[in-house]
């Protein structure tokens, strides 16, 4: 009996090692999910599907992309023509003007003298008219029209306006004078202002430059600013007769 029990005695002794020993090995153990593969390829499944999804959005977006730099190649190109086509008639022109400068600036001189002598000639022509407002009493001093009181210049003033534009008759049947005596009257006495305004500044810029000779000068400048004068006058008292008939 004794050596029955020492075998058993041993035995039991061992037992609770062992089953440490055996719960240290299997807590030590990968664990190891159940279905691990299928799991990767739903992943794998996934990332596909969207690649897919933005490869399928990206397309219209590329095209887009490559129809815009195409247009714009298009317009960079037609700029670049244009740009070479305006520098190439830039060129041509430049050329013309410096192979025929003399004959550009005769031709402008030319133009210059005729435009300056016609002022001239028309000055002239208004200055000998009688019938010009800047003749007006021409018997009569300046200084002495200037004395007057206006009440007693403005009625002989008025009935020759009156004779200059309202028996006015047109040669073509068709057209009327339009507009009024008085407006009439203002215009033609500014009209007169400007000609005589410009023969005035021809005649001191050619007495300054030497150049009179060119120019048929045959009144001095003494006597066209009698004129303007003459025509400043003529404008004070119709305007300030004009603005009393208003007030009254």
Known sequence: MQQFYIPLLILCAF??????????????????TSNPTPIVVQMHNNNDNANAAQGGNASPQ???????EQKMNNLQETCTIWYNNACDKASWFHNELYEKRYHLGAGCMATGYCYLSYQC?????????????????QTIDIQHLVSTPYQEVIPQL????QKK???????????????APFEQFIKDIYTELALLKRYQLILSWSNKLHLSFLFSLCYNYD?????INRLHLLLDIFITWQTQDLLK
């Open 158 to 161: 008025l009935t020759d306006i």
């Open 15 to 32: 037992t609770p090692g062992m089953y440490h020993i055996h719960r240290t090995t299997e807590t030590n153990k990968p664990v190891v």
């Open 62 to 68: 590329t095209t887009l992309y490559a129809t815009l």
């Open 121 to 137: 000639y028309k000055a002239k022509n208004l200055i000998k008219h009688r019938s010009s407002w800047c003749n007006w009493k």
């Open 223 to 227: 006597i066209i600013q009698e004129k």
């Open 165 to 179: 534009y309202l028996l006015h008759t047109c040669h073509d049947t068709h057209t009327k004078l339009k507009t």
